[in-house]
C-alpha cells in the first residue's frame, strides 16, 4: 500500500502531463480535423470535376492506410520536404489529417441526407447557395449526423495511443515508460484501460445529450 | 527529395510482409468471428446477467485502445505462464477486439431475423444449438456481408499496430528498412501503398460477395 | 420577336406566356409540346393522370425541372435562359432568380424547415433576400400568418403543427415574398381528409384577391368552385382545356371521361 502511495506521489505530476498531452492532441484533431473535412465536403459540393477528383483521391489515400504509416510518413518523412516538426505537432496534424477524411465523409453524407424539397423551398424563395447551406442545410444536417460525429471524435480520442509510438509523452507513452521502469506493466497497462475506458464512457455520455438535444425538431 | 530506387527496392520485401499482414488479419478475423457468435449470443439472452456480461465485453473491447490491448496481451499471457510468440499474442489481441466490433455488427443481423422464424424452429424441436448454427448464423452473415468484408478492411489497417510487439509484417518491415536505408519516407509510402493495394483487393472482393449475397 | 427584360408588360399579356416546351426523362417524353397563356389574376388546375407531366410542367415553370426546348416566359423574361446570337445559353443562378423574383410555389410536401419556428419560416427569406430588418420581417411574417390564420402558431415549430397547418404556414411563407404568381403542386394530396378544407379555404381566398395562381391537384371540386380554366394534361400533352362548367358538364374528350369517371367511381358517396 505505502509502495502504491509512494509510487502515485512519485509519478503522479507525470502521469498527469501525460493525460494532458492526450487530450490536447485529442481535442486539437477533432477540432482541426473536423474543420478540415468540413470545408472538404462543402468543396465537393461546388467545385468542378478535377478539384473533385482530387479529393476523392485525398479522401480514400488516407481511409486505406493505416493511422500510424500516416504518422509515419509526415513525422519521419517530413524533413525530406523541409518539414521538421516536433512530435507532439506532427501528431495532431497527422492525426486531424487522418480525422477529416472521415469527417468529410460524414458532412458529405449528411448534405444529401436534407430532404431535397427543403433545399427547392429556399431555391424558390430565391435564396444563394451559400445561405441555403448555412441556415437550411448545416442546422437539419447536424441532427442527422451527430451520432456519426461523437463516433468519430471517440475513434480519435482512441488514436491518440499511436502517438506515444512517435515519442510523443501522451498517456500511453508515460504508463508504459512508468511500467518498465517499475516492472510493473500489467498493473499500469491496466490503469491505462481504465483511463481510456473513462475517457470513452464520458463522451459518450455528453454524445448522447448531445443527440437528444440536437433531435429535438427532426420531422419525419 | 523521393529516391525512387530505395522505394523500389522496398516493394517486394513489404510484398512478402505483406502476407503476414493479410494471414495476421484473416486469422484475426476468423477467431474474431467465433468470438462475436458467443459475445452476440450473450448480448442477446434473455438472462440479465448475460446481457450484463455481453455488454461489458463490448464496452470494454471497443473501448480500449488496440494499442493497449495489443500491449497488455504481450504483457501480461507470460505472467499467467502462458510464454507464446509475438505473433501470437498479437493475434489473440487482434481477435478478442475483433470479436467486439463484429459482435455489434452482428446483432444488427441476428435482429434483421423475423422472430417468426426462430419461434418456428423452437417448435419443431430443434436445439437451441442447432438453430445458431444452422438457421441464424447463415442469414445473419448474409444481411451483414459488406459490412464483415469492411471490418476486415478496417482490421488490415489496424493490424499495422502489431508492429510494436515486433511482428514482421508491412509496418515492422517498413520500419526496417528505413533504420537500414536511412530513407523513411519512401520506405513508409511503399507500406501505404502495400496497404491500398490489399485493401482494393479486399473491395472488390467485397463487391463481388455483396452480388452474391444479393441474388442467394 | 422575345421581349426584352426592361419592356413593361400590357394589361392584357399573359403573365406566364409558355411556347411549345418539352422535357425528356431518358426515353420518356414527359412534357410534348404543351403551349399555354396564362393572363393576370387567372386561376388554372392542371388536371390528369399520374404519369402525365402535371408536376413536371408546374416545377419547370419553378425552374426546378430544366425543360429541354421551347420557351418560358415569365412577366415577359425568358425563364432560365439567355438568347444568345442563333442561340441560347443556359441562365445563371442569379438571372434565374431575377426571372422567377415572383413567382411562389407551394410544394406537396409543404417542405417547411423543421430547425424553425412557423415565425421563423415564414421570416427567412425576408431576412436573406429582401434583406429586410429582423423586426420588420417578423411583422412582415404575422401579418402572413394572420392572412392564413395561423397567427396564434407563429412560435411553434413544424413538428408540433398538423399537416393542414404546415401547409398554410409554407403558402403564408411563399405569401411573404409578395408574388404575382403562385404555384401549387398537388397542394392537399399529402393531408388527411379533414385537413384539406382548411387548405382549400386560404387558396380560395387568395383567388377571391386576384392572385395568379396555377393548381396541379386533384380536388375536383375546388377546380369546379375557383378555376377560371381547367387543363387536362394526359401523357405530356393538352388533351383538353376550358372553363370547368364547359369541361366538367359537357365531357367531350375521350380519354378525360375516363379519367372523370375514374375519380367519380372513387369519390363519389351518394346515390347516383
Known amino acids: 500500500m505505502t509502495a502504491s502511495l509512494s509510487l502515485i506521489q512519485q509519478y503522479g505530476p507525470q502521469v498527469l502531463s501525460g493525460f494532458g498531452i492526450t487530450i490536447v492532441s485529442w481535442l486539437g484533431a477533432v477540432v482541426l480535423g473536423m474543420a478540415l473535412g468540413f470545408l472538404i465536403a462543402v468543396l465537393q459540393l461546388f467545385a468542378g470535376r478535377w478539384v473533385r477528383t482530387v479529393l476523392r483521391i485525398y479522401i480514400e489515400v488516407l481511409r486505406t ?49 436534407v430532404p431535397r424539397g427543403h433545399l427547392e423551398a429556399a431555391q424558390c424563395l430565391g435564396m444563394s447557395r451559400l445561405t441555403t447551406i448555412w441556415r437550411v442545410q448545416l442546422p437539419q ?18 488514436e491518440t495511443s499511436v502517438l506515444s509510438i512517435v515519442t510523443v509523452p501522451e498517456l500511453t507513452a508515460i504508463l508504459t515508460q512508468i511500467g ?41 | ?24 488479419s484473416a486469422v484475426g478475423l476468423l477467431i474474431g468471428f467465433l468470438i462475436a457468435v458467443a459475445v452476440v449470443s450473450a448480448c442477446l439472452s434473455p438472462r440479465p446477467p448475460m446481457r450484463r456480461l455481453g455488454n461489458l465485453y463490448t464496452f470494454v473491447f471497443r473501448g480500449v485502445p488496440l494499442l493497449v490491448q495489443l500491449m497488455l496481451a504481450y504483457y501480461f499471457l507470460p505472467t499467467l505462464g502462458i510464454n507464446v510468440s509475438p505473433d501470437v499474442a498479437a493475434i489473440a489481441a487482434v481477435s ?39 438457421i441464424e448464423i447463415p442469414q445473419a452473415l448474409k444481411l451483414t456481408a459488406p459490412s464483415l468484408v469492411n471490418e476486415m478492411i478496417l482490421l488490415v489497417k489496424a493490424s499495422s499496430l502489431i508492429s510494436v510487439v515486433g511482428v514482421a509484417e508491412i509496418t515492422r518491415t517498413a520500419q526496417n528498412i528505413a533504420a537500414s536505408t536511412f530513407r523513411p519516407l519512401e520506405a513508409y509510402v511503399a507500406a501505404g501503398l502495400m496497404y491500398m493495394a490489399v485493401n482494393g483487393i479486399l473491395s472488390v472482393l467485397g463487391h463481388y460477395a455483396e452480388r452474391h449475397f444479393e441474388r442467394a | 420577336m422575345t421581349p426584352t427584360a426592361t419592356q413593361p408588360l400590357s394589361p392584357d399579356a399573359p403573365l406566364i406566356d409558355i411556347r411549345g416546351i418539352s422535357k425528356h426523362f431518358g426515353p420518356n417524353r414527359v412534357l410534348d409540346g404543351i403551349s399555354l397563356g396564362v393572363r393576370r389574376s387567372e386561376v388554372i388546375c392542371i ?7 402535371k408536376s413536371t410542367l408546374l416545377r419547370s415553370i419553378a425552374f426546378l425541372e430544366k425543360y429541354d426546348a421551347g420557351e418560358i416566359f ?63 420581417a417578423r411583422r412582415k411574417a404575422m401579418a402572413m400568418l394572420e392572412r392564413v390564420g395561423l397567427a396564434a402558431k407563429a412560435d411553434a415549430y413544424p413538428i408540433r403543427l ?60 375546388f377546380a369546379a368552385q375557383v378555376a377560371d380554366r381547367v387543363i387536362f394534361l394526359d401523357q405530356g400533352k393538352i388533351a383538353a382545356s376550358g372553363p370547368p362548367a364547359t369541361l366538367f358538364r359537357d365531357v367531350q374528350q375521350e380519354r378525360l371521361k375516363q379519367f372523370l369517371q375514374n375519380y367519380l367511381d372513387r369519390n363519389a358517396f351518394w346515390e347516383r
Open chain 2, 96 to 134: 478478442l477486439c475483433e470479436g467486439a466490433y463484429l459482435g455489434e455488427i452482428l446483432r444488427g443481423g441476428f435482429l434483421g431475423i423475423p422472430r417468426g422464424q426462430i419461434e418456428a424452429t423452437q417448435m419443431l424441436g430443434i436445439s437451441r444449438f442447432a438453430t445458431l448454427v444452422h
Open chain 1, 141 to 158: 444536417m447536424l441532427v442527422i449526423i451527430t451520432p456519426s460525429l461523437v463516433n468519430l471524435i471517440i475513434i480519435l480520442s482512441k
Open chain 3, 47 to 53: 388536371i390528369g393522370p399520374s404519369g402525365s407531366g
Open chain 1, 180 to 220: 518498465s521502469e517499475q516492472f510493473i506493466y500489467v498493473q499500469t497497462m491496466l490503469i491505462l484501460s481504465v483511463c481510456y475506458l473513462l475517457l470513452v464512457g464520458v463522451t459518450q455520455k455528453l454524445g448522447s445529450w448531445a443527440e437528444a438535444r440536437a433531435s429535438r425538431f427532426l420531422q419525419h
Open chain 3, 162 to 221: 398538423s399537416g393542414g397547418q404546415q401547409q398554410r404556414v409554407a403558402i403564408a411563407r411563399a405569401l411573404a415574398m409578395e408574388p404575382h404568381i403562385m404555384l401549387f403542386d398537388e397542394p392537399t394530396s399529402a393531408l388527411d381528409p379533414e385537413l384539406v378544407g382548411e387548405v382549400l379555404q386560404v387558396m380560395k381566398n387568395l383567388a377571391h384577391d386576384g392572385m395568379t395562381m396555377m393548381v396541379v391537384t386533384h380536388e375536383m371540386g
Open chain 2, 1 to 24: 527529395m523521393f529516391d525512387a530506387q530505395s522505394f523500389l527496392h522496398a516493394l517486394p520485401l513489404l510484398l512478402r510482409a505483406a502476407q503476414m499482414t493479410v494471414f495476421v
Open chain 1, 65 to 113: 492506410t493505416p493511422f500510424l504509416v500516416q504518422l509515419f510518413i509526415l513525422y519521419y518523412g517530413g524533413p525530406n520536404f523541409g518539414l521538421s516538426l516536433q512530435a507532439l505537432d506532427a501528431g495532431i496534424i497527422a492525426l486531424a489529417i487522418y480525422g477529416s477524411a472521415y469527417f468529410a465523409e460524414v458532412f458529405r453524407s449528411g448534405f444529401t441526407s
Open chain 3, 74 to 136: 415569365i412577366e415577359g423574361q425568358l425563364l432560365g435562359y439567355v438568347n444568345q446570337g442563333q442561340g441560347r445559353r443556359d441562365a445563371t443562378t442569379a438571372e434565374i432568380n431575377r426571372v422567377r423574383q415572383h413567382v411562389g410555389m407551394v410544394f406537396q410536401h409543404f417542405n417547411l424547415w423543421p430547425h424553425m419556428t412557423a415565425l421563423g419560416n415564414v421570416a427567412e427569406a425576408l431576412i436573406r433576400v429582401k434583406r429586410l430588418s429582423r423586426d420588420e
